[in-house]
C-alpha cells in the first residue's frame, strides 16, 4: 500500500512514522508513505498556502493553486489512480469496516486541511471521499490521517506478528472487546475469572462473548442497532480459526 499525505505540517508524522510498529512495517516495506509539504507548491515569497473566505466569516481557507499544484505533481509520477481522501470534520465517519475497505486501496492521497478547510473547487475536481474521524473538531486533518494509517497499517498481512489479535479487536465482529486478564491470578484481591483458567474453549468463548455483549450494552447501545452486527458476532465465535478456539492460556 502506498500512501501520499498532503500537509503543510509535514514534521508532525516524523516521530510518528519513526517509532514502533510503523517503522518497522515502512522498514520491511509492507507500506510507504510520501509527504508533501503543500507551501513548496507556492510561488510567491511569503509561501502563502491560505486566504480569506469568499462571502466573509472566520478563519481561512486552504488555496486551490499550490495545493492543486501538489495533487499533480504526484499524479505526473505515474503509477496506480490514488483514491484520494479529504480529512475534514464534516465528512464521512470512520469506523472498522470502513478502515478494511480503505487498506484494500493500492494507493491512497490524504488531504490534510487546516484552517477552516479547503477550497471546494480543489476537492470537486480531485477528492474521492471527505473523511472524519469523529463528530469533534481538531486544528487539522494530519492526526486524523494518523489515525486513519495506524488503522488501516495494522490490517496489513505482516503488520502484527499475531495476525489473530485484529480478528479479536473491538469493532472487528462489531461489538465492542472482551474484559481481557493476564498474570498474576489475583491481583490487590481480584481474581481472574475462574472460566478463563478452566482450559474449556466453548465456555470461555460464551464467557467472552456474554462480556462483549453485556459490555457494548452498556457502552455503545447504536452497535447493537447495526444491520448484521448478530451474524458477524455469531460468525466470529463460531469459527473454527477463531482465535478462542485455538488458544489455551490456562
Ligand atoms: N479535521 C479537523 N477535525 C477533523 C475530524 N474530526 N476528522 C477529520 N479531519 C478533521
Same mark, same amino acid.
Given at each position: =500500500?502506498?500512501?501520499?499525505?498532503?500537509?503543510?505540517?509535514?514534521?508532525?508524522?516524523?516521530?510518528?512514522?519513526?517509532?514502533?510498529?510503523?517503522?518497522? /512495517?515502512?522498514?520491511?516495506?509492507?507500506?510507504?508513505?510520501?509527504?508533501?509539504?503543500?507551501? *513548496?507548491?507556492?510561488? *510567491?515569497?511569503?509561501?502563502?498556502?491560505?486566504?480569506? %473566505?469568499?462571502?466573509?466569516?472566520?478563519?481561512?481557507?486552504?488555496?486551490?493553486?499550490?495545493?492543486?499544484?501538489?495533487?499533480? @505533481?504526484?499524479?505526473?509520477?505515474?503509477?496506480?489512480?490514488?483514491?484520494?481522501?479529504?480529512?475534514?470534520?464534516?465528512?464521512?465517519?470512520?469506523?472498522?469496516?470502513?478502515?478494511?475497505?480503505?487498506?484494500?486501496?493500492?494507493?491512497? =492521497?490524504?488531504?490534510?486541511?487546516?484552517?477552516?478547510?479547503?477550497?471546494?473547487?480543489?476537492? *470537486?475536481?480531485?477528492?474521492d471521499m471527505d473523511l472524519s474521524i469523529g463528530d469533534y473538531v481538531l486544528n487539522g486533518g494530519e492526526v486524523p490521517?494518523?489515525?486513519?494509517?495506524?488503522?488501516?497499517?495494522?490490517?496489513?498481512?505482516?503488520?502484527?506478528?499475531? @495476525?489473530? @489479535?485484529?480478528?479479536?479487536? @473491538?469493532?472487528?465482529?462489531?461489538?465492542?472487546?472482551?474484559?481481557?486478564?493476564?498474570?498474576?491470578?489475583?491481583?490487590? +484481591?481480584? +481474581?481472574?475469572?475462574?472460566?478463563?483458567?478452566?482450559?474449556?474453549?466453548?465456555?470461555?468463548? /460464551?464467557?467472552?462473548?456474554?462480556?462483549?455483549?453485556?459490555?457494548?450494552?452498556?457502552?455503545?447501545?447504536?452497535?447493537?442497532?447495526?444491520?448484521?452486527? =448478530?451474524?458477524?458476532?455469531?460468525?466470529?465465535? +463460531?469459527?473454527?480459526? +477463531? %482465535?478462542?478456539?485455538?488458544? *489455551?492460556?490456562?
Amino acid at each position: =500500500m502506498k500512501i501520499e499525505i498532503l500537509t503543510i505540517f509535514p514534521d508532525i508524522f516524523s516521530s510518528f512514522l519513526s517509532e514502533s510498529l510503523l517503522a518497522k /512495517a515502512l522498514a520491511k516495506g509492507l507500506l510507504t508513505v510520501d509527504l508533501i509539504n503543500i507551501r *513548496d507548491f507556492t510561488h *510567491d515569497r511569503h509561501r502563502t498556502v491560505d486566504d480569506r %473566505p469568499y462571502g466573509g466569516g472566520p478563519g481561512m481557507v486552504i488555496k486551490p493553486e499550490p495545493l492543486s499544484e501538489a495533487i499533480d @505533481s504526484r499524479l505526473a509520477l505515474g503509477g496506480p489512480k490514488p483514491f484520494i481522501i479529504n480529512l475534514t470534520p464534516s465528512g464521512r465517519l470512520l469506523e472498522q469496516v470502513l478502515v478494511g475497505q480503505l487498506a484494500q486501496k493500492e494507493r491512497l =492521497m490524504l488531504i490534510c486541511g487546516r484552517y477552516e478547510g479547503v477550497d471546494q473547487r480543489v476537492l *470537486d475536481l480531485y477528492s474521492d471521499m471527505d473523511l472524519s474521524i469523529g463528530d469533534y473538531v481538531l486544528n487539522g486533518g494530519e492526526v486524523p490521517a494518523m489515525v486513519l494509517i495506524e488503522a488501516m497499517a495494522r490490517l496489513i498481512p505482516g503488520f502484527l506478528s499475531d @495476525s489473530s @489479535s485484529v480478528q479479536d479487536d @473491538s469493532h472487528s465482529y462489531g461489538l465492542l472487546e472482551h474484559p481481557l486478564y493476564t498474570r498474576p491470578r489475583v491481583f490487590r +484481591s481480584l +481474581s481472574v475469572p475462574p472460566v478463563l483458567l478452566s482450559g474449556h474453549h466453548a465456555q470461555v468463548a /460464551a464467557y467472552r462473548l456474554g462480556e462483549a455483549m453485556a459490555k457494548t450494552r452498556a457502552v455503545r447501545p447504536d452497535l447493537l442497532e447495526k444491520k448484521d452486527v =448478530m451474524e458477524r458476532t455469531i460468525m466470529f465465535f +463460531s469459527q473454527s480459526s +477463531s %482465535p478462542l478456539k485455538g488458544k *489455551d492460556n490456562k
